[in-house]
T-cell receptor
Framework: GAVVSQHPSRVICKSGTSVKIECRSLDFQATTMFWYRQFPKQSLMLMATSNEGSKATYEQGVEKDKFLINHASLTLSTLTVTSAHPEDSSFYIC??????????????FGPGTRLTVL | KQEVTQIPAALSVPEGENLVLNCSFTDSAIYNLQWFRQDPGKGLTSLLLIQSSQREQTSGRLNASLDKSSGRSTLYIAASQPGDSATYLCAVKNSGYSTLTFGKGTMLLVSP
């Protein structure tokens, strides 16, 4: 149980285009979803936290207008990288939790999406 | 601000060795600590989760310990196998926060 999927697994796009990444909880309702990015040999850096039906909370330094997050249902959150540039190339990982706030005890991670912007 | 450090950054051992991975954190007011495994180009697999009130957790050949007061955790892998080759990440959840802070990981290579 507690499976999280991401789609696509990898995407290559041209500079200036927008890319949407989906994160789905397959067998549970995810009250909270998290979006991370990971550069090679670096740690996972939290980008934003989203709760179903409300606006995402972005970490300091993350542009909310560039990284649009929508958590429209309890099983789906999307991350849209708008006007992508080569420096946005990274590995994006989502996680989902059944709780919210301080009750997000366990995060279940998706398999990640490799974004390459040419 | 919580900072998590993992040592060593990379480790190469022959099959069968017992090994220890280290994780340290600067703020001891943690809610829990978690060890993950990440294979190249893949997501994270949770290995062990230790609550702040616990000293250790065990799963098969893996044993994780937690010393909250000194800000340290170790992951012990017994009788290592080539299939253990992966990056191991340590993450802490601070009390009062819902988010995780990750270390950079230890890249482990177990050779046959």
């Amino acid at each position: 149980g507690a499976v999280v999927s991401q789609h696509p697994s990898r995407v290559i796009c041209k500079s200036g285009t927008s890319v949407k990444i989906e994160c789905r909880s397959l067998d549970f309702q995810a009250t909270t979803m998290f979006w991370y990015r990971q550069f090679p040999k670096q740690s996972l850096m939290l980008m934003a936290t989203s709760n179903e039906g409300s606006k995402a909370t972005y970490e300091q330094g993350v542009e909310k207008d560039k990284f649009l997050i929508n958590h429209a249902s309890l099983t789906l959150s999307t991350l849209t990288v708008t006007s992508a540039h080569p420096e946005d190339s990274s590995f994006y990982i989502c996680s989902a939790s059944m709780g919210s706030g301080l009750r997000t005890d366990t995060q279940y991670f998706g398999p990640g999406t490799r974004l390459t912007v040419l | 601000k919580q900072e998590v450090t993992q040592i060593p950054a990379a480790l190469s051992v022959p099959e069968g060795e017992n090994l220890v991975l280290n994780c340290s954190f600067t703020d001891s007011a943690i809610y829990n600590l978690q060890w993950f495994r990440q294979d190249p180009g893949k997501g994270l697999t949770s290995l062990l989760l230790i609550q702040s009130s616990q000293r250790e957790q065990t799963s098969g050949r893996l044993n994780a310990s937690l010393d909250k007061s000194s800000g340290r955790s170790t992951l012990y892998i017994a009788a290592s196998q080539p299939g253990d080759s992966a990056t191991y990440l340590c993450a802490v959840k601070n009390s009062g926060y819902s988010t995780l802070t990750f270390g950079k990981g230890t890249m482990l290579l177990v050779s046959p």
